[in-house]
C-alpha cells in the first residue's frame, strides 16, 4: 500500500508538471517571452538553482540566450551551463553531470535538445544542488518535446505574420503607383491639343512603371502562394483562403495591368510585329495542348480542325497570332459551362473573305446560350458585359477584346461575330495569308 500512494503522487506530480507547462505554452506567443515562461516553470518545478534554454534562429548566426534567474544572463552565470548544452545539442540527446562543489554535496546539471519533427530548435539546460531523480528527468524529457512544439508554432506564427507584413507594404506601394499613374494619366488626358504626343508620352509612361508595377504584384503571387501552401500547417483554413484570394486578385490585377500596357503601345503605335514562317501542325499542337486540360476541367469538349486547303506553313508574327486565339478561346470557354468549343482553321472563300487578300480564316465557335441581336452589338464595345446584373455567373470581356480587335487590324486583319439565342457564338480572326 504505500509503495502505491508513492507512485500515485509520483503520477500526481507528473501530470500536475504538465498541465501547468501547457497553460504557459498556450499563452505565450512571442518567442522571448514564450522561452523566458518556459524556463522559469522548468526550474520551479524541479527546484534547480540556474537555468537556460538557447533557441536556434532561422535568419541569425547565433542563438537566442534566455536564463533563469533573468538577472544571470547579464552577470554572465549562464556561460557555466552552456558547455553542457552545446555538448547535448551537438549530440541530440540528454547529458547529465553530477559533482561536488564547493563543500555542496551534490550539484547536478541537465541538458536536453529541443528537437521538433528532427529539426533542432535549441536545447535547455538546469542546474540543481540535488541529484535528478528518474521521474524528473523523464518530465523533463516530456516537457522538452512540449516546449519544441511551442518553439516551433511560434517560429511559424512569426514567419507567416512577416510575410503578411510584407504583402500589405507591397500592397501599399501598388496603391500609391496606382494613384500617381492615374495622376499622370489625367495630366496626359488634358493634353487635348496635343493628342499624338499625350498618346506617345503615355505609352512611354506605362512602359516605364511597367517593370516598378511587375515587380512588387510578383512579390505579393509569391508570398500568397507560399501562405496559400501552408506547409507548416500553422495557418486556419480560413487564412488559407484568404492566402487564395489574394492570389487569385493578384493575377486578376497583373493580368489587367498587362491589358491596359499592351493597349497602350498599341495606341501610340510603339508595338512591333515580327513575322516569320511557322509549322501549322505545330503550331494547332501547341493549340490543342494549352486548352485541352481547360475543357476537362469544365467536362466540355474542345474540337480542333483544320482544313485540307491551309498551307503547311504559315507567314504570321506567332505571339500576337496565339495572343487573339487565345483569348478568343478563354472567352468562349468562361461565358459557357457544358457542352463545346472549337477552333477551325481555313482558308477564307471568296465570298466570305472580308478582305482584300487571300486571307486565313480561325473561326472559334460555341455551343452556348448565344447572344440577343442587342448584345451582338454592344459585345463591340471595349468594357462591356453581356448580363449587367449583379449576380451574373460569367465576367466581362474586359480589354482583351478591344486589344485583340486592334492587334488584327494593326496585321491587317479583322475580328468578327455573330451569334443568336441558344445558338451558340462563333468569333472570327481572318488574317492576310501572307504579310503584305
Same mark, same amino acid.
Given at each position: 500500500?504505500?509503495?502505491?500512494?508513492?507512485? *500515485?503522487?509520483?503520477?500526481?506530480?507528473?501530470?500536475?508538471?504538465?498541465?501547468?507547462?501547457?497553460?504557459?505554452?498556450?499563452?505565450?506567443?512571442?518567442?522571448?517571452?514564450?522561452?523566458?515562461?518556459?524556463?522559469?516553470?522548468?526550474?520551479?518545478?524541479?527546484? @534547480? *538553482?540556474?537555468?537556460?534554454?538557447?533557441?536556434?534562429?532561422?535568419? =541569425?548566426?547565433?542563438?537566442?540566450?534566455?536564463?533563469?534567474?533573468?538577472?544571470?544572463?547579464?552577470?554572465?552565470?549562464?556561460?557555466?551551463?552552456?558547455?553542457?548544452?552545446?555538448?547535448?545539442?551537438?549530440?541530440?540527446?540528454?547529458?547529465?553531470?553530477?559533482?561536488?562543489? %564547493? $563543500?555542496? #554535496?551534490?550539484?547536478?546539471?541537465?541538458?536536453?535538445?529541443? /528537437?521538433? %519533427?528532427?529539426?533542432?530548435?535549441?536545447?535547455?539546460?538546469?542546474?540543481?544542488? =540535488?541529484?535528478?531523480? #528518474?521521474?524528473?528527468?523523464?518530465?523533463?524529457? !516530456?516537457?522538452?518535446?512540449?516546449?519544441? /512544439?511551442?518553439?516551433?508554432?511560434?517560429?511559424?506564427?512569426?514567419?507567416?505574420?512577416?510575410?503578411?507584413?510584407?504583402?500589405?507594404?507591397?500592397?501599399?506601394?501598388?496603391?500609391?503607383?496606382?494613384?500617381?499613374?492615374?495622376?499622370?494619366?489625367?495630366?496626359?488626358?488634358?493634353?487635348?491639343?496635343?493628342?499624338?504626343?499625350? &498618346?506617345?508620352?503615355?505609352?512611354?509612361?506605362?512602359?516605364?512603371?511597367? =517593370?516598378?508595377?511587375?515587380?512588387?504584384?510578383?512579390?505579393?503571387?509569391?508570398?500568397?502562394?507560399?501562405?496559400?501552401?501552408?506547409?507548416?500547417?500553422?495557418?486556419?483554413?480560413?487564412?488559407?483562403?484568404?492566402?487564395?484570394?489574394?492570389?487569385?486578385?493578384?493575377?486578376?490585377?497583373?493580368?489587367?495591368?498587362? %491589358? /491596359?500596357? $499592351?493597349?497602350?503601345?498599341?495606341?501610340?503605335?510603339?508595338?512591333?510585329?515580327?513575322?516569320?514562317?511557322? !509549322?501549322?501542325?505545330?503550331?494547332?499542337?501547341?493549340?490543342?495542348?494549352?486548352?485541352?486540360?481547360?475543357?476537362?476541367?469544365?467536362?466540355? =469538349?474542345?474540337?480542333?480542325?483544320?482544313?485540307?486547303?491551309? #498551307?503547311?506553313?504559315?507567314?504570321? $508574327?506567332?505571339?500576337?497570332?496565339?495572343?487573339?486565339?487565345?483569348?478568343?478561346?478563354?472567352? @468562349?470557354?468562361?461565358?459557357?459551362?457544358?457542352?463545346?468549343?472549337?477552333?477551325?482553321?481555313?482558308?477564307?472563300?471568296? *465570298?466570305?473573305? #472580308?478582305?482584300?487578300?487571300?486571307?486565313?480564316?480561325?473561326?472559334?465557335?460555341?455551343?452556348?446560350?448565344?447572344?440577343?441581336?442587342?448584345?451582338?452589338?454592344?459585345?463591340?464595345?471595349?468594357?462591356?458585359?453581356? !448580363?449587367?446584373?449583379?449576380?451574373?455567373?460569367?465576367?466581362?470581356?474586359?480589354?482583351?477584346?478591344?486589344?485583340?480587335?486592334?492587334?488584327?487590324?494593326?496585321?491587317?486583319?479583322?475580328? &468578327?461575330?455573330?451569334?443568336?439565342?441558344?445558338?451558340?457564338?462563333?468569333?472570327?480572326?481572318?488574317?492576310?495569308?501572307?504579310?503584305?
Amino acid at each position: 500500500m504505500p509503495q502505491t500512494a508513492e507512485h *500515485e503522487a509520483g503520477s500526481d506530480w507528473f501530470r500536475n508538471g504538465m498541465h501547468q507547462l501547457s497553460k504557459v505554452v498556450n499563452v505565450e506567443h512571442d518567442q522571448a517571452a514564450l522561452a523566458q515562461a518556459c524556463i522559469r516553470q522548468l526550474a520551479c518545478y524541479v527546484e @534547480a *538553482e540556474l537555468g537556460l534554454i538557447c533557441i536556434t534562429q532561422a535568419s =541569425h548566426s547565433s542563438p537566442a540566450v534566455y536564463t533563469y534567474p533573468p538577472e544571470q544572463q547579464s552577470a554572465g552565470g549562464s556561460q557555466a551551463l552552456l558547455s553542457l548544452a552545446n555538448e547535448a545539442l551537438g549530440l541530440k540527446k540528454t547529458l547529465m553531470q553530477s559533482g561536488d562543489t %564547493n $563543500d555542496t #554535496p551534490v550539484v547536478s546539471s541537465i541538458a536536453i535538445p529541443l /528537437i521538433r %519533427n528532427a529539426h533542432i530548435h535549441g536545447v535547455i539546460s538546469l542546474v540543481a544542488a =540535488h541529484a535528478y531523480p #528518474p521521474q524528473q528527468v523523464q518530465w523533463l524529457e !516530456d516537457a522538452a518535446a512540449i516546449i519544441a /512544439i511551442a518553439i516551433d508554432a511560434s517560429q511559424a506564427h512569426q514567419l507567416n505574420k512577416d510575410l503578411l507584413q510584407q504583402i500589405q507594404t507591397q500592397a501599399e506601394e501598388i496603391a500609391s503607383q496606382q494613384q500617381a499613374l492615374l495622376a499622370a494619366h489625367a495630366r496626359l488626358a488634358e493634353q487635348t491639343s496635343l493628342p499624338e504626343q499625350t &498618346q506617345l508620352l503615355k505609352a512611354e509612361f506605362l512602359s516605364n512603371m511597367s =517593370h516598378d508595377l511587375r515587380t512588387p504584384f510578383n512579390s505579393i503571387l509569391t508570398l500568397s502562394q507560399l501562405l496559400q501552401l501552408n506547409r507548416d500547417g500553422s495557418l486556419s483554413a480560413r487564412q488559407v483562403e484568404y492566402a487564395a484570394t489574394i492570389n487569385t486578385s493578384g493575377k486578376s490585377l497583373l493580368n489587367l495591368i498587362e %491589358n /491596359i500596357l $499592351d493597349l497602350s503601345k498599341i495606341e501610340a503605335g510603339a508595338l512591333e510585329f515580327n513575322y516569320h514562317d511557322v !509549322d501549322t501542325e505545330k503550331f494547332v499542337a501547341d493549340i490543342q495542348y494549352q486548352f485541352q486540360p481547360l475543357a476537362q476541367s469544365k467536362n466540355m =469538349h474542345f474540337d480542333l480542325n483544320l482544313a485540307s486547303n491551309v #498551307p503547311a506553313v504559315l507567314n504570321v $508574327d506567332l505571339a500576337r497570332t496565339q495572343q487573339i486565339i487565345s483569348h478568343l478561346l478563354n472567352n @468562349a470557354f468562361k461565358f459557357n459551362s457544358e457542352g463545346k468549343v472549337s477552333l477551325a482553321i481555313l482558308r477564307s472563300e471568296a *465570298e466570305q473573305n #472580308p478582305l482584300a487578300t487571300p486571307a486565313l480564316h480561325f473561326a472559334v465557335s460555341d455551343s452556348g446560350t448565344g447572344m440577343t441581336a442587342e448584345l451582338s452589338a454592344q459585345i463591340s464595345q471595349a468594357l462591356t458585359n453581356t !448580363d449587367w446584373s449583379t449576380t451574373r455567373p460569367y465576367g466581362g470581356t474586359g480589354l482583351g477584346l478591344s486589344i485583340s480587335r486592334q492587334l488584327a487590324q494593326r496585321m491587317k486583319g479583322c475580328i &468578327q461575330h455573330c451569334s443568336a439565342p441558344e445558338s451558340g457564338s462563333v468569333f472570327s480572326l481572318f488574317l492576310p495569308l501572307r504579310k503584305e
